[in-house]
RNA sequence: GGCCCUAUCGUCUAGGCUGGUCUAGGACAGCGGCUUUUCAAGCCGUUAACUCGGGUUCGAAUCCCGAUAGGGCUACCA
């Protein structure tokens, strides 16, 4: 059996879009999978729209992600044009092709471009995921294959460049099934070997239509800049318009190139939803926990000015666990922080009364009496301070008082927050004499100007 | 408009080729409960779908036709 090529071939026309991704990806799995190469190339034969700062991203785009291509060398089209050029004046020697005199519509359009001569032929060709696909090519007329002799355009540039790169499965978004056939006609004209398609079901925005920049994030940029992880994007991505034979989800890179198959891909377009996608990620985070956890301390130390020399270990892991388990990806921690969900392990928070208020009941004079009785438990407590231990100090009276009367102000004195971990939790990681201090200055703040 | 593609829970989907076992399965989200105060996490439970109309057949989500709806292409963009 031969060898299997496929290849990405994005135009660097703007930033690498997310539904890109994927069609590069079903590529390279389709590749991986068989055995086979998978290969990148630049399409920047518009000269107008192309910009190296787009390729960059691009570049960078798959490097970051780990799908890394298999030719040696950048294969660029605006390099190849040499060889467009003798194949374009080849065709028109052969009269497969002319120069046609034309009549300019818009500004930029030339007096004479290349068309081909169309044989008016139906075409038939065999999709790997829709199956044999027939259109009638009469419609398309004698379309233009080229601007001049050394500016083709898409269609031709990309037919040569699959022949020349000996690709063998043409995997692309369905955009493309209308193309096809007139590619296929440049192809039958150059006497090229068919090549196998399969068209991917595009990915699309909740109202069903074409997933656009106009719709939020769509490149790849934003989605790495928001913390995602390179596997779980891919994965999510994988998930979207593919399903293995199992019900299998979560995967890692070569789970996929081993489950995948271009025959379990769907027809159907699919809406792209961003809760599935954080909760993949969320999984992804728990199979990479220690490198998770590295990362969270690191983003504590930027957003909240810490200074790594002054911060207690034990204190900084607790709070990173207790961070792990709020967020689904990494810029949730900065949501944590804007929220002032954690800053309260390392600084005394700032209270409301009523925030001391269990269902809006009691008096404040009551609330710090608890308070105190707490902080006393709490300070004559020796040996062990843990959550367990404090847990079993103030339990009894707890439950004498009422559990809600005396745990929700002890734990909002500690954190100031009327969601947050629990009081014991929270009292541990604060260490006793810490504890004690914010308790007594809670209960200063409740009995001063009340 | 023309051509092409598509059609199962809100969303991603299994099943459809090889009709009955599908009173349609899983996941995300939602909802409810448990986890001895709130949240998070976890666990358990639960709501919810075969676009419509014909046909073939003893029998159709599954095969055929049509309608409808959505998407793509229709560039001297890719």
Redesign the pocket.
Known sequence: MAKIITRF???P?GYLHIGSVRSALFSYLYAKKNGGKYFLRI?D??KT?SKIEYEKDIIAGFQTLGLNWDNETLYRQSDHIAVYSALIKKLIAEDKAYVSK????EE????E?IRLRNPNKKVTFTDLV???????TT?LGD??IA?SVDEP???F??VVDDHEMGITHVIRG??????TPRQILIQEALGYDKLAYA?I??V?A?????LSKRQGSVSLREFLDKGYLSEALLNYLA?????P?H?K?IFTMPELISAFELE?V????????F??L??VN?EHL?MNRETAENKIQEVLFKTLNLNPGTVDKNVLDAVVNIVF??I?KFSDINELVLNNEVQYFFEEPKWQKDGFL?KGQGAFHEIADKLSAVEKLLGAMEGNYSKETI?ETI?PY?EKEG??FV??P??YALSG?????????IAEILKKETTVTRLKSAINFLTNES
């Open positions: 071939a994005p135009s026309t399409e034969t518009d729209r034309e009549e300019p519509k930029g359009e030339r007096s471009v829709h199956g044999e696909v027939s259109v009638d419609d379309f233009v601007k355009i898409f269609h540039a990309n369905e955009e493309h099934l209308s193309n068209h079901p595009l699309l909740s109202d069903r239509s074409k998930l979207l318009g593919w399903h034979s019900d989800e379990r769907q027809k159907r377009g699919a809406i792209w939803n809760e599935k954080d909760w969320k728990k388990e709020r689904n269990w847990k339990w707890a559990r809600g745990l929700w002890f734990r927050l009327a969601k947050s971990p629990d009081p014991f939790v």
